[in-house]
């Protein structure tokens, strides 16, 4: 399986930041797997964001949650994440991870990351 993530690297305060994960490998189809959102910001460690599963079910880190959402395309095999309302300290490496249901934080597979940096 592989994961890979894609969208703008540059993004100015108070807009939507927006990123796809593209699945391959594998199907996004099932209710095996959480598909995550996870981010480093610099000279930080990693922070979760949140996760889907095929069904549509999502759970958001209680501090994002106001401004998060996450999706599933299922005709492209890839999910997605918004966050609105970015600000400087939203700029930060974006993952996206898969892991098994039952095992949430225990992250199979990877992407290998976008830098997102939010600046006017």
């Known amino acids: 399986v592989q994961l890979q993530e894609s969208g703008p690297g540059l993004v100015k305060p108070s807009q939507t930041l927006s990123l796809t994960c593209a699945v391959s490998g594998g199907s996004i189809t099932t209710n095996s797997y959480h598909w995550s959102w996870v981010r480093q910001p610099p000279g930080k460690g990693l922070e979760f964001i949140g996760h889907?599963?095929?069904?549509?079910?999502?759970y958001y880190s209680p501090s994002l949650r106001s401004r998060t959402s996450i999706s599933v395309d299922t005709s492209n095999n890839q999910f997605s994440l918004q966050l609105s309302s970015v600000t400087p300290e939203d700029t930060a490496v974006y993952y996206c991870?898969?892991?098994?249901?039952?095992?949430?934080?225990?992250?199979?597979?990877w992407g290998q990351g976008t830098q997102v940096t939010v600046s006017s």
């Open positions: 889907i599963v095929y069904s549509g079910n999502t």
């Open positions: 991870a898969r892991s098994v249901v039952g095992l949430v934080y225990e992250y199979e597979y």
